[in-house]
């Protein structure tokens, strides 16, 4: 009989329990709908960042580059190669110098204007290439050739001088 009043006895309840009276199951899905708001937090932040860049895109455009920079020496370059150099100002960037043929030098961004990625000189072509989507460039005018770049590439006038090679921002041509 008394084994059949303990089998009976009513499970003492901790006292934690009674304070936060939350059943396991509803505690897993306390925990999904949570997971579900940060996830939620997290994708806005992300387009709120995108949003962030672009906007400082548009209000802070890329400012022209002031005076000459030295690239390199000529002769560092063989006709038929690419050079990378970075200039630094309000932001780093990337460029490309071309020995395109004696005494022909040309210079770009190397930020492929569709999404970015870093473009190349390819040789065996002649022309300039980005390798994310197969997108060509002249190498001569920086034009689009094929695939999905929607503007040209940015570019720099080349100017050599004692055997050293500086770049500058193109002198726009004077119209009357
Ligand atoms: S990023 Fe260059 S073609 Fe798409």
Redesign the pocket.
Known sequence: MAEKELHHRPEKIPSWKSDFPIEEEQATHVGRREFAKFLGLLSGTLALGNGVIVIKALAFPAKPLEGEHFVCNADEVAVGKMFQFEIEGSKIIPYILIHLEENEWRAFEQK?T????A?RYREDLGKIE?P????FFSADTGEVLQ???PRPLPRLEVVVRDGKVYVREEQQEQTV
Not at 114 to 117: F, Q, S, V
Not at 132 to 135: F, I, K, S, T, Y
């Open positions: 492929c569709h999404l970015t990625c473009v980005c994310c989507h197969h997108g695939g999905p770049p």
